[in-house]
């Protein structure tokens, strides 16, 4: 269910994915209660920011939204 979400530019959203990525990458912080899913959701992000990246500075517009 999404929580909150808010529309930024494609090059911004582009940047927020990979800090975000860099993050659970290096902090190594665990996500999800019976296994820890970070690598799931490290590779969710690489495949989000495969298909951002080449639109990168377009002008699109992306929806950065919390999902819980």
Avoid: C
């Avoid at 800090?19 to 970070?38: K, N, Q, W």
């Avoid at 992000?45 to 377009?58: G, Q, S, Y």
């Amino acid at each position: 269910m999404v929580e909150s979400g808010t529309w930024v530019d494609l090059d911004e959203a582009a940047d927020r994915l990979a800090a975000l990525r860099e993050h659970l990458r290096d902090a190594a912080p665990r996500i999800g209660m019976i296994r820890d899913a970070r690598p799931d959701v490290i590779e969710e992000l690489d495949m989000v920011m495969a298909f951002v990246e080449p639109h990168r500075r377009t002008g699109a517009r992306f929806n950065l939204a919390l999902l819980s």
